[in-house]
């Protein structure tokens, strides 16, 4: 038994924050319906109405009160898939849950005739109505709601004082069933609302996810085309430029191919830097997240850190130190039932020391790591930061918190002499990108096209284009000059 209890609050725990909402909203809708169901069934079986009523009756209405719980409860999560807009309501269930819901009140009319007692009909008649109203006021609007029930307490009007009840009693049970009919409808209907809007909210935060993924592959496709866009305009140039003195017989052709090689490699370079970029965790980005993210989940998370310390880093230190937040944050959620949560930044001595701390720790019992040597996170954690020299600890603090701690050495930077680099900054320089040659060689790119423009319409002119060609060919010094 008890093994059942913990299997059971063990799955209740295990339930996200809306799953748990939707559970204890649908819940309440039933209990609702069934208190209502299991009064009435007693009020059936009571001495007055056993001892007063015709015995076939007496039978009959027990029945149809447990009849009515038995037809409304998958009437009522059809309503409720209907209003979330997750199903539909089958219209023959509608049906005969109406149907036995208005035999149910006949009976109740019946017994009020046959047995002497006032509050018999006050007693009985809303719980008959009840289960009926709680699917129906989630199905229709508002407005038709308020018209049905303004329709079922003139019908009642009608009804009631046919069983012998003065004007002031069929007053007082009208009031009584309107009550307590529009109050269980009033909160069925807004206890769903409510879930209605978180289904919505969760909808909207799956949406936002996905055009945060949409947006980032658009800019990554465009840092891809900012790097290869340049690159393979100059490729095709230079290749174009290639085929043409190879048609001449030019030794130029070969240095022409070198460069479409070495433009090709370093391409493929700036490709993987692209690449590595965003493969590559950053530490502002993560310190954000996690503090986005554990506010979320309803975790107090300050993050202390001086202004841009941690822009400060070098790139490789950012990234390791990035990879322990992203870990800290996700052991947080998991291993434990945490109110707050603490990340401190700090750079001195030549090194930098990110401390993660939160309270809430489930099974810690004070040997280090414990709880959480299970996974392999703090292990991969430690040999990236042993790559760099860093350290990883992580154990118990005071007040039962958990506290990681890893530490890096911040190497001190080295000045780099300048070095002259060829500009990239627009894309109209394609001849200086890949060493083309700036101006020159798209002069003699064009020169040879005109070269084949001759060749094609004087093709017995091979005299004359070698002409041509003979007096276009650089002298040594523009030779030398060009090269």
């Not at 490699?265 to 590559?280: I, W």
């Not at 080295?414 to 060689?441: F, H, I, K, Y």
Request: hydrophobic content about 45%; glycine content about 12%.
């Amino acid at each position: 038994m008890s093994g059942d209890v913990l299997v059971r609050v063990k799955g209740w725990s295990g339930r996200s924050g809306l799953a748990k909402v939707d559970l204890y909203t649908r819940g309440t809708v039933y209990l609702l319906m069934w208190v209502a169901v299991v009064g009435l069934t007693l009020i059936m079986l009571t001495r007055p109405v056993r001892s007063g009523a015709p015995l076939g009756v007496v039978i009959a209405a027990p029945l149809l009160g447990a009849a009515v719980g038995v037809v409304c409860t998958p009437l009522v999560r059809h309503a409720m898939d209907a209003y979330l807009g997750q199903g539909t309501v089958p219209r023959r269930l509608l049906f005969w849950a109406a149907a036995v819901t208005a035999a149910t009140v006949g009976a109740v009319l019946w017994l009020a005739a046959s047995v002497p007692s006032a509050q018999l009909l006050r007693m009985a008649l809303w719980p008959a109505l009840v289960p009926f109203v709680t699917a129906h006021c989630l199905i229709v609007r508002r407005r038709t709601t308020v018209l049905v029930h303004a329709g079922v307490l003139a019908v009642l009007g009608a009804l009631i004082p046919l069983t012998g009840k003065s004007a002031t009693q069929t007053l007082v049970t009208l009031i009584t069933v309107a009550f307590a009919v529009g109050w269980v409808a009033f909160t069925a209907r807004i206890s769903m609302w409510v879930l209605a809007v978180m289904w919505e909210l969760r909808e909207a935060r799956d949406v936002q996810a996905r055009l945060a993924v949409a947006e980032e592959r658009l800019r990554f496709g465009r840092d891809l085309h900012d790097v290869l866009g340049r690159n393979l305009a100059v490729i095709a140039l230079k290749s174009e430029l290639a085929v043409q003195l190879a048609r001449r017989g030019r030794p130029e052709a070969v240095d022409q191919m070198v460069e479409v090689q070495r433009t090709a490699r370093e391409s493929q370079r700036e490709v993987r830097d692209v690449v590595r970029g965003y493969r590559a965790a950053d530490l502002h980005t993560e310190l954000a997240g996690a503090q986005g993210v554990l506010t979320a989940a309803g975790i107090t998370c300050a993050i202390g850190s001086p202004d841009g310390a941690e822009l400060g880093l070098p790139g490789e230190v950012q990234s390791a130190l990035a990879w322990v937040v992203r870990e800290a944050t996700t052991n947080v959620l998991r291993h434990g039932e945490p109110t707050r949560c603490t990340i401190a930044l700090a750079v001195s001595d030549g090194a930098a020391v990110l401390t993660v701390e939160n309270d809430g720790v489930r099974g810690w019992g004070g040997g280090e790591d414990e709880g959480l040597s299970q996974g392999s996170g703090l292990a991969g954690l430690r040999e990236r930061l042993a790559a760099l020299g860093g350290t990883l600890d992580a154990g118990g603090s005071a007040g039962g918190c958990f506290r990681l701690t890893a530490t890096v050495p911040v190497p001190v930077p080295v000045p780099e002499p300048t070095q002259a680099g060829r500009s990239r900054q627009d894309l109209g320089g394609l001849g200086r990108l890949g060493g083309l040659g700036g101006l020159d060689d798209l002069e003699e790119l064009e020169e040879l096209r005109d070269l084949d423009a001759l060749e094609d319409r004087d093709g017995a002119g091979d005299g004359a284009v070698a002409g041509v060609e003979e007096s276009r060919e650089p002298g040594p010094h523009q030779s030398a000059a060009r090269r």
